[in-house]
Structures are given as C-alpha cells and as structure tokens.
C-alpha cells in the first residue's frame, strides 16, 4: 500500500469591516439605483474599510478565526501565503506584517498577485508546499480592500467592489491512494493565464509606470464575455482529472462578482443552483476575498460537511482563472 500527502482544510475564518454600504448609499455619489445595481450584478450591499481597518488588519483577523477553528495556534503555523491586490505597502509583503501581528518567527510568509484568482492560486501553492514535504501547515488568506484603489465618480465600477478577508488553514496528511477519492483534501487544481486581456480588467497606475497607485479600470461586457467560457472550461479540466461530473459536486463555491456570471457558469456546466453559495449580494465582488469569504459562511452555516465534495473557482485580470476541487 503506498500513501500520499492530501491537504486538508482544518478551519475557516472571515473578517468584514465595520462600515457597510447599501446601494441606495450611492444615490448622492454616481447616477445609479438599487434597482440598477441589482438587475446587472445581483449585489445588495458591500462592506467598505474604515479608518484603522486595512488588508493587513483584516487578514490578520481572518487568520485568528481560522486558526481557532482548526484547534490550532500561530506557533503550529509554517507558511503564510497572502492572497491580494491590496497590500498595505509596495514592499514588504503583507503576509510577513500579518506573520509580524500573529507573533510567527519561524517559517515563510509571501503575497501571492492573482487579482479575484488570487485565492485559488495561494492555496493551490500552498498545497505543492505541503505536497512537497516543506511545510506541514499553512495559513491562507485572501484579503482586499478594493474601495481604496476605485474611482468613485465611475459608477460602472465603485458600485461593484467591497472590502473583507477570509482564510483557511491546511494541514499535510497521509492518505491512501488507493482510496484517493474519498480520502479529505485537496483532490487537483487547475490554473490558467492569458496575459493578451490585461487591458479588459486592469488598475492605471503602478510603481514602475506612473509612480502613483492608480484606479481600477474595467470594460464590464469584454470580462463578462470572456468569464463564462474561461471558466467552465477550466472546471471541466478538474472534472476530467478527478474523474467526476457536475452531479458529484455536493457544493460549488465560486468567486463572488456578478450574481449573473455565477448562475450562467453552473447552467453551462450542470451544476443544480441549490448547490451553489452565493454571497455576492451582500459583499460584492471582495477580489481574492470572495472566495474564502463565501466559504466561511457556508461551512460555519452548516451548508459544507464533512465528505462533501467542494468546487472552487475564479477568474481575475490578467486574465487568470483556475479551479479546485476539494474533499471537505
């Protein structure tokens, strides 16, 4: 019998800030109304950082509640991986101010910069770490604050984005592969890129061009266009690679950014809609956040069970896009 090493999700945490933001708030900011911002997004209500409340912060207080909801301590912690397109500073990475708070001197701690994929892209890292034998567990985080980086007076794009953190904490253990599928853990990941969108879905400012942060920029029917099919195609490549279909998947968790993006991806794909989480009306599109958001709630709800078979997936500028599948 040979075994193998599956990362398996110990605990969940989410954080939101303070200060939530309806969509009848707009109406004295940008020519907009609730009825508008529902009908082509399906969001209600964002949560928007305060003063005080950062990426950092809320990623740090993300973590503690994961952290607690796998019985563990930061001490029991190797590697912090950090999911944003937020951080607080250009340099040092935020994963090491949120190693810094949590008191961790040992181990690694990097950003990952996959923008709304940012998430699936640091725990599929953190899983090829785990995998690798150099870590045994790590703390994962998506934390954004989007609304400081949004051009207010542009009403296509402020009302969409709002501002939180969630993370999971993985933990490597042995398993059978003879029994690989019903085995915890995370069963494949799947990632992609096509640099040649960039200009769809971009932020107009940077270090090493204007010297500025710059704004966020989106062309809304180009990303919408390119989302459903980039998306199911990267699914179904999971799906092969498991050896599943749409009617295995027990919950499909994906990345929170237009209520109507969400519904056409599980139509294509034959995914019931009693299976898919959905919290983009109430935090808008939170970037890396949105998935490990909507995972928190759901597994704290009571929604994911143990053995359940979970799918996450997403797509952000660049393009990226990806998926995971995952044995609850």
């Not at 599956?6 to 707009?26: C, H, K, Y």
């Not at 899983?127 to 542009?154: C, M, Q």
């Not at 990303?223 to 990267?234: E, L, R």
């Amino acid at each position: 019998m040979t075994m193998s090493i599956r990362s398996v999700i110990r605990g969940t945490g989410s954080v939101l800030p303070a200060r939530t933001m309806r969509n009848q708030d707009f109406a004295g900011i940008v020519e907009t109304s609730d009825e508008w911002i529902r009908q082509r997004t399906g969001i209600e209500a964002r949560h928007i950082a305060g003063e005080g409340e950062t990426t950092v912060s809320l990623a740090e207080g993300a973590a503690r509640k994961a952290l607690d909801a796998a019985g563990l301590t930061p001490a029991d912690i190797d590697v912090i991986i950090l999911a944003t397109a937020t951080p607080n500073n250009t340099f040092p990475a935020s994963a090491v101010q949120v190693q810094h708070k949590l008191g961790i001197t040992h181990g690694f701690a990097f950003d990952v910069h996959a923008v709304c994929s940012g998430f699936v892209y640091a725990l599929t890292t953190a899983d090829l770490y785990l995998k690798g034998g150099a870590a045994k567990r790590a703390l994962v985080i998506g934390a954004e604050t989007f609304s400081r980086i949004l051009d207010w007076e542009d009403r296509s794009t402020c009302v969409l984005f709002g501002d939180g953190a969630g993370a999971v904490v993985l933990e490597a253990v042995p398993a059978d592969e003879a029994d690989a599928g019903a085995a915890q853990g995370i069963i494949t990941s799947k990632l992609r890129s096509d640099g040649s969108h960039q200009g769809k879905l971009y932020v107009d400012g940077g270090p090493s061009t204007t010297g500025t942060v710059g704004k966020l920029r989106m062309e809304g029917r180009e990303v919408f266009k390119h989302a459903v099919g980039m998306i199911t195609d990267v699914i179904e490549d999971s799906f092969a690679a498991a050896g599943i279909g749409p009617d295995d998947v027990d919950w499909f968790v994906p990345h929170q950014a237009n209520r109507r993006i969400i519904d056409a991806s599980a139509r294509k794909l034959g995914i019931a809609p009693e299976k898919v989480v959905i919290t983009v009306n109430q935090h808008g599109n939170t970037s890396a956040a949105s998935i490990p958001l909507a995972l928190d709630a759901a597994v704290r709800d009571g929604r994911i069970k143990r053995g359940d078979l979970v799918l996450l997936e997403a797509m952000g500028g660049g393009f990226t896009w990806g998926a995971v599948l995952i044995r609850w």
